[in-house]
């Protein structure tokens, strides 16, 4: 158990629908980072936030978007899905922004657009 | 840009055997490796990571994996498979440059153990 937790564990819906997955950092983490992986793509970072404040964007498009609250938690919104949206979202968290610093993953949302 | 790249999408190995899991790494700046393993229907777990310190990094499980600066390498090796090492594992890449901290992950290597 790596102390990051996200809900839901799986979500089915279907295309135009909007979603969000939530995610909760381990204690005392400060950075927060949103990977997708889909079969095709592989793992590709989204999104960082740190102590609230957006970080740093990799392949997010401009349906998703996300926030981090300040009690640390990251939520990530997905709006006007796609079938191609379909596929597993990480959560990772570092005790703080920077290169070299370990990143813990969460178990993934399982996201499925029918 | 960084990138990483992992030569062989699934390799089988003998209980017993050697593992070696192979991995390039494109980067402009001196670069942070990680390896990490996912087992089914479960997150990432982080093996070992390099950091610019030794060379010859030590993981969890037995694992361990070398830093080679002139080949842009960084293979993961076990000396002994184990049933329980049966998972996907990921080479991924940080550049040490300010404001880049997300990882570059490869493709993955699915590593199968035949008893």
């Known amino acids: 158990d790596s102390g990051v937790t996200q809900t839901p564990k799986h979500l089915i819906t279907a295309t135009g629908q909007r979603v969000t997955l939530r995610c909760s950092p381990r204690s005392g983490d400060l950075s927060v980072y949103w990977y997708q992986q889909s079969l095709d793509q592989g793992l590709q970072f989204l999104i960082q936030y740190y102590n609230g404040e957006e970080r740093a964007k990799g392949n997010i498009l401009e349906r998703f978007s996300a926030q981090q609250f300040p009690d640390l938690h990251s939520e990530l919104n997905l709006s006007s899905l796609e079938l191609g949206d379909s596929a597993l979202y990480f959560c990772?968290?570092?005790?703080?922004?920077?290169?070299?610093?370990?990143?813990?993953f969460g178990p993934g949302t399982r996201l499925t657009v029918l | 840009a960084q990138s990483v790249t992992q030569l062989g999408s699934h390799v089988s190995v003998s209980e017993g055997a050697l593992v070696l899991l192979r991995c390039n790494y494109s980067?402009?700046?001196?670069?942070?490796l990680f390896w990490y393993v996912q087992y089914p229907n479960q997150g990432l777990q982080l093996l070992l990571k390099y950091t610019s310190a030794a060379t010859l990094v030590k993981g969890i499980n037995g694992f361990e994996a070398e830093f080679k600066k002139s080949e842009t390498s960084f293979h993961l090796t076990k000396p002994s498979a184990h049933m329980s090492d049966a998972a996907e594992y990921f080479c991924?890449?940080?550049?040490?440059?300010?404001?880049?901290?997300?990882?570059?992950f490869g493709k993955g290597t699915k590593l199968s153990v035949i008893p």
């Open positions: 991924a890449v940080s550049d040490s440059g300010a404001g880049s901290y997300q990882l570059t």
């Open positions: 990772a968290s570092s005790v703080e922004e920077g290169s070299y610093n370990e990143q813990f």
């Open positions: 980067s402009s700046v001196p670069p942070y």
